[in-house]
């Protein structure tokens, strides 16, 4: 049963999730990803140069859990852009290709993939918890 | 247990009215396309979500993974031609 009175995880994942313009949940961290899917997903954001939070869902299962529950999607990645879910890895790939990405991130397109900007630390929301 | 392409599809044939679905997978990571009237008007995420909620909690443990393409009937849709549905007849 879910815990109505005080939700302190989903409360951190809303607050990540209002608090960055780009910010993608998924397995592994950017540098590290445990998942080809959100691996592809970082290599795409990484390709357009565009700063983004990274949340790792693995370490807490309780990360993913809540997140699902409050954007209503069953799997990782998650892409939020403006506080606003914009898909998982097929969504984005598509987006990326039609270029409707770009426009939401507010970007050009490129016409390939250049170095790495430096990125901001991945976000530990399982840490500010414990 | 185990799950093949072809439940994926008659589930989501029978779950979304009207709609076609050309399945393929491995028994873990799947890749579906999935053309339905129903879809008209909607964002993708609410196009993929109509099929997300048919599998529900499966999703990610029984299905490790559903890799998505969603599109309305007779849309010009030019990415990914190669996956386009075959035309199939289907009375409904």
């Known amino acids: ?130 | 247990m185990s799950v093949n392409p072809e439940e994926l599809k008659a589930r989501i044939e029978a779950g979304i009215p009207g709609a076609r679905a050309q399945v393929s997978g491995d028994g873990a990571h799947f890749s579906a396309v999935v053309e339905a009237p129903a879809f008209a008007g909607l964002s993708r995420i609410a196009q993929h979500k109509l099929v997300y909620e048919i599998f529900g909690a499966e999703l990610g443990d029984r299905i490790h993974a559903l890799s998505l393409k969603t599109q309305v009937p007779g849309a010009a849709e030019q990415v990914g031609a190669a996956a386009r549905p075959a035309q199939k007849e289907e009375a409904r």
């Open chain 1, 1 to 130: 049963m879910s815990d109505q009175a005080s939700n302190p995880m989903r409360e951190a994942i809303q607050e990540a999730i209002g608090q960055n313009h780009v910010i993608l949940f998924m397995k592994g961290t950017p540098e590290a990803p445990a998942c080809g899917f959100s691996a592809r997903t970082v290599a795409i954001l990484q390709s357009l140069e565009v700063p983004f939070a990274a949340v790792d869902v693995l370490p807490d299962p309780r990360i993913r859990q809540e997140l699902s529950a409050l954007s209503g999607w069953p799997t990782i990645p998650q892409l939020f852009i403006d506080g606003e879910l914009i898909g998982g890895c097929d969504i984005v790939t598509e987006m990326y290709q039609s270029g409707e990405l770009q426009q939401a991130l507010g970007v050009a397109a490129k016409a390939g993939p250049e170095p790495e900007q430096p990125q901001a630390e991945p976000l530990s929301i399982e840490n500010r918890l414990s």
